[in-house]
């Protein structure tokens, strides 16, 4: 492998060793797509491979991150450190936190053995499942054993991120246990765990039952999610949660399952870094006044979009310029 | 412009003529990316540009569709024609809808001067935003005046697809008016509207309130974005809705805003078509065993993401396969 530049070396060097500071710069420089956030990424990715990355998906308002937080106390006590990464633009670890969740959190802010850290949600379409990822591989790479992703599990990107994880526990209150729109939302594929938190409201065994239900309708695999019910603000039932997941990673290792989904999503990540930069090298080598013009006959409707495209696509994409690229934004900005 | 296949000119006549058959098998191309349908969706598009393309985008629960419904009553009552294209899928109008939703929806549903049509939300990143906005071009041609896209707003992939619309309203109820949580939603920034539906609920005011304050926050432009309170379900404050979007369009027009927004979402639309065609070329041309071994080498960490790429970069892109090339899916699935 080239070696990377002295300040990328440094950067790696302090961030394998844990150094707060140094990993909150290294995951800064990811979401900023930094001129030497490639080497920084692809010399920790080579020392990452031992976390086991857990998402936690589901509607707003389900609890996920109350959970989340009991969820890492639990691992803390078992000896375990754990990185959180918040991709729900309406979680409390972004910030929009009600008074309550800041103080139950703040016993986790205050714990070295964990880090908190929240992800833009803004910018361009794809970039956000390849930045989660790569901010996984640094703070695997840290040395964190267990790393919490948490989504918000309605938008189709959403999705995408969520896949980042190992292990995904869908998160669901009592009254959208309504397996039906649970099911089209895409969540009833996803879920390798179900959640029925808040339990302690009225109707918790009915949507327990309901997501039973639908997941009977999903093809047989090698395992059945189990459906369990929680009061994360009480703790209740959370230990269950931590064993379904030691259960289900047990499960994925005894058949392969664990390097099937590892290789899975490096394939997704190799993907969209590849199309990032064909795309860069493809944008910058069109002349600015050529796509003005067939953005103008495209307006006009004098051509449709197809054959615009193909007026554009003249030469070969360079390899050279694609290789060196840094990837430009996929989609302009009202 | 060269001449499509016969057969592709008898669906587009019979699309520009609005046969609901022709028109729900040229949208179907479209979602299944049949081979002609490049073809097609030019054909339509160069007959399209007169349709008002509005958003009804918020929280699931709002009441979005209700609203809609109320809407497309309103419009056909002035004589406009609609379509409604529903990206959301928790939304009635894709077939989870409640009884009474059902009902209410029964008589449009009946009516020949009214298309609904849902769209499915799985499948490759960016590929939902761009079936979207052709589904909206073949209605257009199609003949329908309005047509109004219904998008959950919550996820990322949902704001690009709710970019689709010239007019965006922004759907909250009284309890979701906590101006934060919107704004960190991204919600308040892609607002051109808002409605706190459900307003016979109590705090309608003071969500309203909260908004009109986050509103303030946000960088003024030529366009102060109206706040509307509504009780959908019995009609209540509708009639106000559509004179606020038609009191944007004349802002809109009045200023050049149109043409621009409408421009630079068919520059969104070019480019994602152009990243599609890219990337199918370039899979089309490495060596399946080259991409298993570079893929392995990933898998071992005996090469970083961004090192991975480049080695697959090996050669130009071949322009000619860009330019024939049928679009592959973005990533692979679990």
Same mark, same amino acid.
């Given at each position: 492998?080239?070696?990377?530049?002295?300040?990328?070396?440094?950067?790696?060097?302090?961030?394998?060793?844990?150094?707060?500071?140094?990993?909150?710069?290294?995951?800064?420089?990811?979401?900023?797509?930094?001129?030497?956030?490639?080497?920084?990424?692809?010399?920790?990715?080579?020392?990452?491979?031992?976390?086991?990355?857990?998402?936690?998906?589901?509607?707003?308002?389900?609890?996920?991150?109350?959970?989340?937080?009991?969820?890492?106390?639990?691992?803390? !006590?078992? +000896? *375990?450190? &754990?990185?959180?990464?918040? #991709?729900?633009?309406? %979680?409390?670890?972004?910030? $929009?936190? /009600?008074? @309550?969740?800041?103080? !139950?959190? +703040? *016993?986790? &802010?205050?714990?070295?053995? #964990?880090?908190?850290? %929240?992800?833009?949600?803004? $910018?361009? /379409?794809? @970039?956000?499942?390849?930045?989660?990822?790569?901010?996984?591989?640094?703070?695997?790479?840290?040395?964190? %054993?267990?790393?919490?992703?948490?989504?918000?599990?309605?938008?189709?990107?959403?999705?995408?991120?969520?896949?980042?994880?190992?292990?995904?526990?869908?998160?669901?209150?009592?009254?959208?246990?309504?397996?039906?729109?649970?099911?089209?939302?895409?969540?009833?594929?996803?879920?390798?765990?179900?959640?029925?938190?808040?339990?302690?409201?009225?109707?918790?065994?009915?949507?327990?039952?309901?997501?039973?239900?639908?997941?009977?309708?999903?093809?047989?695999?090698?395992?059945?999610?189990?459906?369990?019910?929680?009061?994360?603000?009480?703790?209740?039932?959370?230990?269950?949660?931590?064993?379904?997941?030691?259960?289900?990673?047990?499960?994925?290792?005894?058949?392969?399952?664990?390097?099937?989904?590892?290789?899975?999503?490096?394939?997704?990540?190799?993907?969209?870094?590849?199309?990032?930069?064909?795309?860069?090298?493809?944008?910058?080598?069109?002349?600015?006044?050529?796509?003005?013009?067939?953005?103008?006959?495209?307006?006009?409707?004098?051509?449709?979009?197809?054959?615009?495209?193909?007026?554009?696509?003249?030469?070969?994409?360079?390899?050279?310029?694609?290789?060196?690229?840094?990837?430009?934004?996929?989609?302009?900005?009202?």
């Amino acid at each position: 492998m080239p070696t990377p530049p002295a300040s990328v070396r440094e950067l790696v060097d302090r961030t394998l060793k844990g150094d707060r500071a140094a990993l909150a710069r290294a995951i800064s420089w990811i979401e900023n797509e930094a001129p030497d956030a490639a080497a920084l990424q692809d010399a920790c990715f080579t020392h990452s491979g031992r976390a086991r990355r857990l998402g936690v998906t589901g509607p707003p308002g389900a609890g996920k991150s109350t959970l989340i937080t009991c969820l890492v106390r639990l691992y803390r !006590r078992r +000896g *375990e450190t &754990a990185a959180i990464v918040a #991709v729900d633009p309406t %979680s409390p670890f972004s910030g $929009g936190a /009600l008074l @309550g969740d800041r103080v !139950r959190m +703040g *016993e986790l &802010a205050g714990d070295p053995g #964990v880090f908190i850290r %929240s992800m833009a949600t803004r $910018g361009s /379409l794809g @970039g956000l499942a390849v930045h989660t990822a790569q901010v996984c591989d640094v703070l695997d790479a840290a040395g964190f %054993s267990r790393i919490l992703i948490e989504t918000v599990g309605v938008g189709q990107s959403e999705l995408e991120v969520a896949q980042t994880a190992e292990s995904t526990a869908v998160v669901l209150v009592p009254e959208s246990g309504d397996g039906v729109q649970a099911m089209k939302a895409g969540l009833m594929e996803i879920g390798d765990l179900f959640v029925i938190n808040k339990a302690d409201r009225e109707g918790a065994e009915r949507g327990a039952h309901a997501v039973r239900s639908a997941l009977e309708l999903r093809a047989r695999g090698d395992w059945d999610p189990p459906v369990l019910l929680t009061v994360a603000s009480q703790g209740t039932g959370v230990e269950e949660v931590v064993e379904a997941f030691e259960t289900h990673f047990a499960n994925l290792e005894g058949r392969g399952g664990l390097e099937r989904r590892r290789r899975l999503g490096l394939e997704q990540l190799l993907n969209q870094l590849l199309r990032d930069r064909l795309w860069g090298a493809f944008r910058a080598q069109v002349p600015a006044g050529q796509w003005a013009e067939v953005l103008d006959d495209l307006v006009e409707r004098r051509l449709g979009p197809n054959q615009a495209a193909e007026r554009l696509i003249a030469r070969p994409v360079d390899a050279e310029a694609a290789r060196s690229i840094r990837p430009e934004p996929a989609r302009p900005r009202r």
